[in-house]
């Protein structure tokens, strides 16, 4: 089964639409806006470079949009591509089918720069990398940027990462290296793009265009053996030159003047590249070692030393946790059927992620930092839907109780028993009467009671039969009986 179609080589001039405004003119081509050309492998604004008559590559550059599309199946270093060069994107064929100019994408605004010119007027141009060489005092009063030596290590650390991956991943040399083919800017973090690659050289083969040399930056060994060997005599200058600025740097060739801003190591790769043996000049790769340690960051690619998740049989909705640990990456990404993509700083080296996958499948984790990535994949999770309830709004009768015909009943009397009759004797209306005999032998006396109510009211003896207390205060009880009344 073939894989998805490549994108074409060619377009014809009719293709390219309107030209826009002139963005750059120079001896062997003029650079035009494309304002309404779109391709879908080229994510930006396009160019069109129109070669001036005669100075058209005689083999086209066909060969380096192959270079690029054949990326088309590596997405991350189709980027990192596109980022840092000047890629040719497709070779623009007249209507003889002739080459006659190439469609690229246009520099990003950031690596323009409104320069002040001697008039008072400001002009933007693109930040060319010789703005690097000028003595820091000279910038300022000229309005260009300054980097700090920080910024410089990182901005040769870029340029050199360009080079590596041209050197390394493409195969390709570039040839005319130097301060007016490459732009710069400062930011976020200082970046560097590699422009006019037209005349880059896959190693091997001949190339498009004629490669160059620069004035100040031609090799040893002669303009005709331009190459590998060439481009890392010229990313020594570099070096040298962007940590070095002053008067004299951009014919600098003096390792010696490095001294302070790099350490012993660092200047010995820097003699080595610019007055050592073709042979043992340091690679870009060698050399974006050195530079990333310098700068305090990892030095080899990131390594996955843990993923574990805590569950496999989760129901839909509800997290996994997911706990990781590794060594020198930047970040740890997670994806997956149905988990939604996560990215995370990986400095601390190892931690835990929630994620809520809803579909039964694996989780990728993947560590990545500049120099390459590890991942790797949990087992299975199984997500399986649970039974949800839900309330229904159900109608509830209406009851209708008919009204009831209150009834008359006839009025209910207490009926209480007659009380004992006696002779009536005006009393309080409570009185407390006490009764007590004074013979031994009669036992103890009662308990005071409590007479209370209208009168007549009745005291109650030993023997249990009432007595009419008026008739008993009568009769004189003898002086061994006591009787109190109390009110």
Known sequence: MSGPALPPLDMTVDELGPLGAVLGSGGQAVVYELPTLSLPDAQGRLVYKRYKSGRAPSGGVGRLVNVRRQ??????????????????????LDRSSTACGLVMLRIADSFFHDLALPSGTTTNIPMSAQFLFIPPDKALRGGTPTPTPSERLTICRDFTATLAFLHGELNVAFGDISHSNAVFWIGIEPTVMFIDCDAVRVVGSGTAAPQLNTPDWDPPEGPDALGKPTDLYKLGLFVLRCLTPDNNCSVNRDPAHARGALDAAGLQMLTAAIRGPVDQRPSAAEWLRY???????????PTLTQVELDRTIVAAGQPVTLRW???????????????????????????????????????????????????????????????????????????????????????????????????????????????????????????????????????????????????????????????????
Do not use: C, Y
Not at 72 to 92: H, I, Y
């Open 291 to 301: 530079l990333r340690r310098a700068l305090g960051e990892t030095l080899n690619p």
């Open 325 to 487: 640990s590794a060594q020198d990456a930047d970040t740890i990404e997670f994806s997956g059927v149905g988990v939604a993509p996560l990215s995370v700083p990986a400095a601390p080296g190892s931690g835990t992620v929630e994620l809520h996958p809803s579909r039964t499948g694996t989780i990728l984790a993947v560590a990545r930092n500049p120099l390459g990535e590890d991942g790797t994949r949990t087992a299975p999770v199984a997500v399986f839907d649970v039974a949800s309830f839900h309330d229904f709004p159900v109608p509830m009768p209406t009851l209708e109780i008919p009204r009831s015909t209150p009834i008359d009943l006839p009025p209910i009397a207490p009926v209480l028993p007659p009380l004992p009759t006696g002779i009536p004797v005006p009393v309080p209306a409570q009185v407390d009467v006490t009764a007590m005999w004074g013979e031994p032998d009669n036992g103890p006396p009662p308990e005071p009671l409590d007479l209370g109510g209208p009168p007549p009211v009745f005291g109650f003896g030993r023997s249990g039969l009432p007595i009419d207390i008026a008739a008993f205060m009568a009769a004189a009880p003898d002086p061994g009986s006591d009787l109190k009344v109390r009110s």
């Open 71 to 92: 990326l088309g199946a590596d997405p991350a270093k189709l980027t990192f591509l596109d980022a840092t060069t000047a890629w040719p994107v497709r070779q623009v």
